[in-house]
């Protein structure tokens, strides 16, 4: 597997809205290494597969924000910390007990 580190975009770098035209004009990576028609389209063909997993069927997982006092915030800290496990994954767990109790009434 290509590691893709190196092909990071850093607050330093200058981009530009047209294409770049490879055989006129040398483009280098952060890394210095000069950019090709190959290393671009491998870059490309990886961003495509960045990101996390859905979590579902559909492709696709909205996300929802919500505030939470600091206690609550430390304490959720601690419990996924303790269990080993994102605090995202505790309160998707919280929300779909909730859901459960509440359309079981």
């Keep these: 597997m290509t590691d893709t580190s190196k092909y990071n975009v850093t607050d330093n770098d200058q981009l530009v809205d047209e294409d770049a035209d490879l055989d006129k004009v040398i483009h280098n990576w952060p890394d210095g290494r000069p950019m090709t028609e190959e290393n671009t389209a491998q870059y490309s063909e990886q ?59």
Excluded at 54 to 80: I, K
Aim: charged share 30%; glycine share 6%.
């Design 47 to 105: 961003r495509k597969k960045a990101g996390r997993p859905s979590l579902g069927e559909s492709g696709s997982s909205p996300s929802v924000a919500f505030r939470l006092t600091a206690q609550l915030r430390s304490d959720a800290d601690a419990l996924a910390a303790e269990e080993g496990r994102p605090v995202s994954a505790i309160a998707r767990e919280a929300l779909e007990e909730y859901i459960r109790r509440h359309r079981a009434s």
